[in-house]
């Protein structure tokens, strides 16, 4: 048979979601089904509707607001993310190339000055 394994974060946000869609579906027929009731009944002022599509035009607002708000936020965190990586990997080229310097400053000899450095000493030091 098949071993599927899904990540624990991916589980408890799918429950989540699902019972959110379940409690938030039983919440908006109770609201239909009353809203309907009092309007059959006469219960509901006239201007109800400008008042239930001012409230409707006012939620579309703050949504359009808050979705690309949102979105440059986490746009914002990948490029940080990025930067940072990148300065990493330069930082670990760096203290490799610190690494490489200070082996050849021990290679060479102070005492020679016509530049001869000779290898077959530290060609045994990385053997051993």
Not at 4 to 9: A, H, R, S, T
Not at 45 to 51: H, K, L, M, V
Not at 89 to 103: F, G, N, Y
Request: charged share 20%; with cysteine.
């Amino acid at each position: 048979m098949l071993d599927l394994k899904f990540p624990e974060q991916m589980i408890v946000r799918t429950l989540w979601a699902l019972w959110s869609l379940f409690f938030g579906g039983a919440i908006l027929w109770l609201l239909v089904g009353s809203v309907a009731y009092w309007v059959k009944h006469g219960w509901l002022p006239p201007d109800a509707s400008g008042w239930v599509q001012g409230l409707g035009s006012i939620l579309a607002i703050a949504i359009a607001i808050a979705i690309p708000w949102n979105q440059k936020r986490h746009e914002a965190l990948i490029k940080a993310e990025e930067i940072k990586s990148v300065e990493l990997a330069r930082s670990e080229q760096l203290l490799c190339l610190c690494k490489e310097v200070i082996r050849t400053i021990e290679l060479l000899n102070p005492g020679n000055l016509d530049g001869y450095v000779d290898l077959s000493s530290y060609q045994k030091k990385r053997l051993h």
